[in-house]
């Protein structure tokens, strides 16, 4: 798969490193640190769905969501971690390595993440093909947020 964009570096990136951190948290079951790197959009996507499912007022999930306390949030936030993990494999993913980030523009761009990339760096000259994660990402209020529109199909 071609991932679109240009890379600017031959280095991972503030914005590639939030995609990594993304991926772990997901993989350690750090939701609040997951749902923190999200983009607006993502978020007010995951609540709709989640109301929507479990027919809850969005107002109440709109306040859950930003109270960690909330009797709703740890509930919330296993429904966020199941939606990510019915797509991505995380929890069997322990040598995730960051690639260099590949802009599309100054505001968008997309992450690969390889699966099976050991502790030391791992240079590659040429392109070649491997396993891994692509996570498109949009610059939001002046940081880099991992950007999911196509949340509101993960329904079941």
Request: glycine share 8%; charged share 25%; aromatic share 10%.
């Amino acid at each position: 798969m071609n991932i679109p964009g240009q890379k600017r570096s031959l280095e991972p990136d503030d914005c590639g490193l939030t995609a990594g951190r993304f991926a772990e948290a997901i993989r350690d079951g750090d939701m609040a640190a997951a749902w923190n790197v999200l983009s607006k959009e993502s978020r007010g996507v995951r609540l709709g769905v989640w109301a929507t499912q479990n027919k809850i007022d969005l107002q109440v999930v709109y306040r859950a969501a930003y109270d960690s306390n909330h009797p709703l949030f740890a509930p919330m936030m296993e429904g966020f971690r199941a939606a990510v993990l019915k797509h991505w494999p995380l929890e069997d993913l322990g040598d995730l390595g960051v690639a260099p980030t590949s802009y599309v523009d100054d505001v968008h761009a997309f992450v690969f993440l390889p699966i099976g990339v050991g502790r030391d760096q791992q240079v590659q000259e040429q392109r070649t093909v491997k396993p891994g994660l692509v996570i498109p990402m949009l610059f939001e209020d002046g940081e880099w947020r991992v950007d999911m529109p196509g949340w509101r199909f993960f329904w079941k």
